[in-house]
């Protein structure tokens, strides 16, 4: 059987450095929060892919994470530790924040369309990302929180 390697890419921290550093009534101008944690786990950062520690400040945002020219377009709630470093994970590597949660993983088309989606329990999302990344008509994954429904992180094949 063929196997896929991939590739679990977060959100640049770049992209949140001077929000992270605003004031919270600039905060509520775009409808952020600052809150501290108090529970792990419970606050998975989309920068580092790790938990906040309980009482570690966290930024709660709005993002845009599916900005394409497609009907699929999509934003959501994410979470920003405020001291987090952007992951660089390994081929093949699963950070914590996925491990122990049901999962949604959206396999998108060149065109933006998503053209398939299953559910899956943390444990065995590398079987589901390697089987989606199978269908050559797949260029990218997205991993979403199945309940909450809140955006995690992209994939790639590696």
């Not at 949140?16 to 998975?44: C, H, M, T």
Request: charged share 25%; aromatic share 6%.
């Amino acid at each position: 059987m063929k196997t896929t390697n991939f590739i679990i890419k977060p959100i640049e921290k770049n992209i949140f450095v001077e929000l992270l550093n605003w004031s919270e009534e600039q905060l509520a101008e775009v409808n952020a929060r600052r809150l501290i944690a108090d529970s792990k786990p419970g606050y998975p950062c989309r920068v580092s892919l790790k938990e906040a520690e309980v009482g570690e400040r966290i930024l709660l945002i709005a993002f845009k994470h599916h900005d394409v020219q497609s009907p699929y377009q999509a934003s959501g709630p994410i979470f920003i530790r405020e001291n987090a470093e952007t992951a660089e994970l390994e081929i093949n590597e699963i950070p914590e924040i996925l491990l122990e949660r049901l999962l949604s993983v959206r396999a998108y088309n060149s065109k933006n369309l998503m053209i398939c989606a299953e559910t899956v329990q943390g444990a065995k999302l590398g079987n589901v990302i390697r089987g989606q990344l199978l269908n050559n008509e797949v260029t990218y994954l997205q991993i979403h929180n199945a309940n909450p429904g809140c955006f995690n992180c992209n994939v790639y094949r590696a």
